[in-house]
């Protein structure tokens, strides 16, 4: 994969993104449900929460530094699965009170963000798996996955979406 590919898919996930956020539409952002328990905007949230830890570690490779702790409190490890659900609690009780409008901004912004932070690596810091200490021989470039949503909560919300539009 060469830079641009990688802008290109920001782009295009932006796009998708955007056309997902009128397919729901703003009106039923806040009813609870839609995933699990959570509204639209919790899940919004929640996902604009993982982007932001993504973003943190673009933007100390942009530093040449090494990445800083991740988002959440100190001693909870994302790859136990208790720790992942209180990660996740966490998340929403952080955010379940900010308006709409705050949130979906926050997630339009990163993707504007994410572009500017690909943009300024060279191609050796984001392709170079041996960089970044800090990525275990991973490239830089794999933080850029929105498999998170595609693959763990997209299915859901579709379904999610069509009993909605039944019900209208």
């Known amino acids: 994969m060469e830079k641009q590919q990688l802008l290109d898919k920001i782009q295009r996930e932006a796009e998708e993104w955007e056309r997902f956020l009128a397919e729901v539409g703003e009106e039923r ?5 839609a995933w699990e328990t959570w509204s639209f905007k919790d899940l919004v949230a929640h996902l ?13 490779a942009r530093r040449d530094q090494a990445a800083s702790a ?27 009170d900010r308006s ?6 926050e997630s339009r912004q990163q993707f504007r963000y994410m572009r ?11 392709f170079d798996g041996d960089y970044f200490d800090w990525m275990e021989g991973k490239p ?14 997209e299915p859901e919300l579709r379904e999610w979406l069509a009993k909605q539009e039944l019900a209208e």
Request: one cysteine or more; proline letters at 1%.
């Open 116 to 126: 500017e932070l690909v943009r300024s690596l060279s191609d050796e810091q984001l």
């Open 100 to 105: 709409l409008s705050d949130v979906l901004n």
């Open 29 to 33: 952002m806040e009813q609870a449900g």
């Open 70 to 96: 991740h988002f959440w409190p100190a001693g909870w490890d994302v790859e136990n699965d208790n720790d992942l659900e209180k990660i996740n609690h966490w998340i929403y009780e952080e955010n379940c």
């Open 140 to 153: 830089l470039a794999t933080l850029v996955d929105f498999g998170h949503f595609h693959e763990e909560h």
């Open 48 to 60: 604009s929460a993982w982007h932001g830890n993504v973003l943190t570690r673009l933007d100390a």
